[in-house]
């Protein structure tokens, strides 16, 4: 079975800089709030450099990724 990593996002500390949509737009938006929102909960190998490098992007960390046992990533 396939690792899948978890996604979790803090929407309180979003300050609406886009770099995560900019990065991984299969996983992230912006709404109409200018706010990021999340369009998945979690993704495989196949998608983890760029998620990894969205939530490395975020200027105040409101986006934290999780391996499967839990293990804090970014």
Known sequence: MEKKYTIKYDRKKCIGA???????????????EGLAVKKK??????DYGKNVKAAKS?????IEIYDEDGKKIV
Do not use: H, L, Q, R
Request: overall charge positive.
């Open 58 to 62: 975020c200027p105040v960390f409101a």
């Open 41 to 46: 909960s979690s993704f495989t190998k196949k």
């Open 18 to 32: 886009g770099t995560c949509a900019k990065i991984a737009p299969e996983t992230w938006k912006i709404d109409k």
